[in-house]
């Protein structure tokens, strides 16, 4: 298979003394260029983002350079005066492809400059320290931009010539677009952000000629729409401009009172609306400048993505790349003319996600113009397939291991449920009702994703959940089961007749708070699972606690171990740490990780020992046996219709869209589908 190599990651360093002031910084920075987790179907670019820090001593675990360009921000304070600290930036493997850009967290980091050979550092120290996060987006987003998506960027120039190039269009008669096109370029002008920015904006009676049309080219361009915008010639012109050469676009929304007409091809593009009182808050201008650097960087990274999938032979090879979703100004890059024919260019394009409802795009569709996300590619595969999903949650100190946060695992199933329900799949899952859990976050994706694709199917979820945690339902829970209804099935499993004389009411909740009631939980999961998984086609497994679960092992190594026996098709997700990461490891290796062992396992989990010696004396059959377990996935068979070296990738992956590509081509091996359309 042809490797995929992601175009672009990016990494923060930070000492953990500074934690509590990083992490604000770095989740902003998360949520707004990877996605929103409480926003499903929102226009994002989920660029890859990973971290390295410790919980309290100690320096990080190594980098792996695995993508195409690396951009590593330490976030420097006093705290990396520590030797080992220097030590770790300076083995740092940096090259062509690889960029460290130092933070300045306070003004005593500038005399570690040699750590990072005399670079120019970003100075948040210099920010005002309630807009921090807006501050260090627009200064962090800009280098993104600078060193990776930049087409004309210079290393041996600084400033301006390397800066974002900003083209300010608003109406020379629109007293709001005016105010807001001054105020933008004074705060550009007079602050730090000259640095970012090279702002562009034309005097009053300027002629539509070649210096504009060159600005343009090479500009993002910041609408600004007042009541008059739309009905300005010179205005649409470069509107116009910016479509035909694919520029980014953002539209400031400034309206006071009436627009008659909204100018068509100014549409399709991200929106900020401001409230003009007077002047333009700072608050504003840097939501406005933010947007633009984001909807920059995403414009061109999308691009980039593209390309990669192309290259990856993931799509065919003659699409058509668009960066924004197609719209009818696109037809004249799509049509021409052959005598007194229209011919089509291309018969497919392919726009980032997510997809737009269909009858936007009827207007490609009568003209046989096909038109595709990566998600609606191969759209009805895999056909009525049930298809489980283990993804479990790991303990903080195994995340900052991982380089990842909880929010990369709630993407990973965010993005698999996504997929699998576009294709048709029913998904089988096993999880509790909490609020804001994975459960939540996958229910979210399948009604969304029911409303966006029109869908009339009925239920698309099973969702298993073993006794007595149904019976612990609140009024929210209640509540909650009802939103969900329309799409997703509540199996709920009953206690095994081997534990009801443990039980004193099977109509009432029963804590996990000694040793038998947790013998009674183990059995009520296990026999949950065992369901469950029987009334899968293929599982998928990612993350999971290595302690501080409630059955007789680590819950998504039991679903492991039942899927093997079973001999369902399995795909271990490995790059994501936890469990999952551990079976990888030992079918790789055949060498057992100790905390795949009966010692480790005792020695981490308080009053596990306990619960053994219950399962015991109520019945041999009960007992735990790590090494049959060890044994058992030593021979495994995953029987996934992926080849050993693919496999071996799916083991180490920590990019979704590679795990997705990986996912997809086994299933179409595994269960084939004569009806669906291959994109090959």
């Known amino acids: 298979m042809s490797r995929y190599t992601p175009p672009l990651s990016i990494m923060f360093i930070w000492h953990p003394a500074d934690t509590n002031t990083i992490i604000p910084i770095v989740e902003y920075c998360f949520s707004r260029l990877s996605r929103d987790i409480d926003k499903p179907f929102t226009r994002s670019m989920n660029l890859p983002i990973f971290t390295r820090t410790t919980s309290i001593k100690g320096i990080p675990n190594k980098i792996d350079i695995t993508s195409d360009r690396t951009l590593i921000f330490v976030f420097v304070s006093k705290e990396f005066a520590d030797d080992s600290w220097i030590d770790y930036i300076k083995d740092i493997p940096e090259g062509e492809n690889v960029i460290i850009i130092p933070i300045a967290m306070e003004r005593v980091a500038l005399k570690l400059s040699d750590i990072f050979d005399g670079r120019n550092f970003i100075r948040a120290y210099e920010f005002d320290p309630l807009l921090i ?96 915008y739309s009905s300005r010639y010179w205005c649409q012109k470069e509107i116009l ?71 990856g032979d993931w799509i065919e090879s003659d699409v058509k790349i668009l960066s924004r979703p197609p719209e009818v100004c ?74 990842q946060s909880s929010k990369h695992l709630v993407l990973l199933s965010q993005d698999i449920a996504r997929h699998l329900l576009a294709r048709n799949a029913i998904l089988i899952y096993g999880g509790d009702l909490r609020q804001d ?19 009339k199917d009925g239920i698309r979820i099973k969702n298993f959940i073993a006794w007595p945690i149904y019976k ?102 490995g790059g994501f740490g936890g469990v999952t990461a551990s079976v990888c490891k030992l079918i790789k290796s055949g060498i057992t990780p100790e905390e795949l062992t009966l010692d480790w396992q005792i020695e981490n989990n308080s009053g596990y020992k306990d619960l053994l010696d219950f399962c015991i004396s109520r019945d041999i059959q009960y007992s735990v046996d790590y090494n049959l377990v060890i044994e058992t996935i030593k021979s495994a068979n995953l029987n996934n219709g992926l080849s050993k070296e693919e496999n071996e990738r799916l083991f180490t992956t920590p990019y979704i869209d590679e795990v997705l590509n990986l996912v997809f081509k086994g299933l179409k091996s595994i269960f084939g589908n004569k009806n669906a359309k291959s994109n090959r």
């Open 133 to 228: 996060n807006d501050y260090l987006f627009i200064a962090i987003t800009h280098e993104i931009y600078r060193w990776a998506l930049n087409r004309n960027f210079d290393k041996a120039a600084l400033g301006k010539d390397n800066a974002i190039k900003i083209f300010i269009s608003h109406a020379k008669d629109g007293k709001n677009g005016i105010k807001i096109a001054e105020d933008l370029k004074e705060f550009i002008d007079n602050s730090q952000m000259r640095n970012f920015f090279d702002a562009t904006d034309i005097a009053t009676g300027y002629r539509f000629d070649e210096e504009i049309i060159e600005n343009i080219k090479k500009s993002t361009l910041i609408a600004i729409h007042s009541d008059i």
């Open 241 to 311: 401009c910016a479509k035909e050469n694919n520029r980014p676009i953002i539209a400031v929304d400034t309206l006071e009172e009436f627009e008659d007409r909204r100018f068509p091809f100014a549409t399709n593009v991200p929106g900020v609306h401001v409230h003009v009182n007077g002047s333009t808050n700072r608050n504003d201008l840097l939501r406005i400048l933010g947007s633009a650097l984001l909807e920059t960087v995403r414009f061109f990274y999308s691009e980039l993505l593209l390309k990669e999938y192309i290259n």
């Open 330 to 403: 696109d037809i004249e890059k799509i049509l021409f003319c052959d005598g007194n024919n229209i011919k089509c260019k291309h018969n497919s394009l392919v726009y980032p996600e997510p997809p737009v409802y269909t009858e936007e795009l009827n207007f490609l569709n009568k003209l046989g113009i096909k038109t595709s996300t990566p998600l609606t590619i191969d759209f009805h595969y895999p056909l009525n397939k049930n298809i489980g999903i283990s993804i479990s949650d790991l303990s903080d100190e195994e995340l900052i291991c991982t380089g």
């Open 437 to 455: 859990g994975f459960t939540q976050f996958i229910f979210d994706e399948a009604l969304t994703l029911k409303t966006r694709m029109q869908s």
């Open 472 to 573: 612990n339902d609140t009024v929210d829970i209640k509540m909650w089961k009802a939103e969900y209804k329309p799409i997703a099935e509540m199996v709920e499993f009953q206690a095994p007749e081997d534990v009801k004389d443990l039980i004193p009411n099977v109509e009432s909740f029963l804590p996990p708070t000694n040793p038998q009631n947790l013998f009674v939980w183990s059995r009520c999961l296990t026999e949950m699972r065992k369901k469950m998984i029987g009334d899968c086609d293929a599982r998928i497994c990612a993350g999971g606690r290595h302690f501080g679960y409630k059955g007789k092992m680590p819950g998504v190594l039991e679903e492991i171990v039942i899927a093997i026996k079973m001999k369902k098709p399995l795909f271990l997700l």
